[in-house]
């Protein structure tokens, strides 16, 4: 059974970091592009960053110099090291396997100011 399972959301204040992680079952994960996305309400869901099975990463613009996507293909995971975060970085963060179109449940992140 597929199941994509985000962790490592919390409260953090401004400036702080934070580290996600996506942990998938199944073995399409070292076949697969998977991306970070974030939704805030009223907002559409956004593309945050994604890294394919070689590892090229693509980050969104709001994020670049300051978030860092990383895999590791051996254990099925997927990281997101959040930096230098900022109040609009609160929202819920998804992972998401491109190619089989799998998400996962979300993980809450807020950024106090």
């Known amino acids: 059974q597929v199941q994509l399972v985000e962790s490592g959301g919390g409260l953090v204040q401004a400036g702080g970091s934070l580290r996600l992680s996506c942990a998938a079952s199944?073995?399409?994960?070292?076949?697969?592009?998977m991306s970070w996305y974030r939704q805030t309400p009223g907002k559409q869901r956004e593309l945050v960053a994604s890294?394919?099975?070689?590892?090229?990463?693509n980050y969104g613009d709001s994020v670049k110099g300051r978030f860092t996507i990383a895999r590791d293909n051996a254990k099925n995971t997927m990281y997101l090291q959040m930096n230098s975060l900022k109040p609009e970085d609160t929202g819920k963060y998804y992972c998401?396997?491109?190619?089989?179109?799998?998400w996962g449940q979300g993980t809450q992140v807020t950024v106090s100011s």
């Open positions: 890294i394919t099975s070689g590892g090229v990463t």
């Open positions: 199944g073995n399409f994960f070292s076949r697969d592009t």
């Open positions: 998401f396997a491109v190619r089989h179109a799998y």
